[in-house]
């Protein structure tokens, strides 16, 4: 059974940064896809980033490019976004998710973790 787990969620101000973490276990990844996504209040879930478990290529929403990282540790299983100036409107729950390439479907997603922005 596969667990995805987020941490690193907090409160931080406007030009600040957080580091937000998500241990998975329960099967291995090659051929997965690993993503983050984030949901503000009152707004649908949107694409952060994601990165290819196999090959590290990366892929960034707009909003972000520039200021967030993604990267994974495929020895912890664990995926990381690294998030740097930070915008009041970068407040959201962070969800963990992970897709298989073939489908291109995110099957896996963890329970999030909430990031407030203040300005």
């Known amino acids: 059974q596969v667990q995805l787990v987020e941490s690193g969620g907090g409160l931080v101000q406007a030009g600040g940064s957080l580091r937000l973490s998500c241990a998975a276990s329960g099967r291995t990844f090659s051929g997965y896809r690993a993503g983050w996504f984030r949901q503000a209040p009152g707004k649908e879930r949107e694409f952060v980033a994601a990165?290819?478990?196999?090959?590290?290529?990366?892929y960034y929403a707009d909003a972000v490019k520039g200021r967030f990282t993604i990267s994974r540790d495929n020895a912890k299983n664990t995926v990381y976004l690294q998030m740097n100036s930070l915008k009041p409107e970068d407040t959201a729950v962070y969800y963990c998710?992970?897709?298989?390439?073939?489908?291109?479907?995110?099957?896996?997603w963890g329970q999030g973790t909430r990031v407030t922005v203040s300005s």
């Open positions: 990165v290819r478990w196999s090959s590290g290529n990366t």
């Open positions: 998710a992970f897709a298989l390439i073939a489908t291109g479907q995110y099957d896996y």
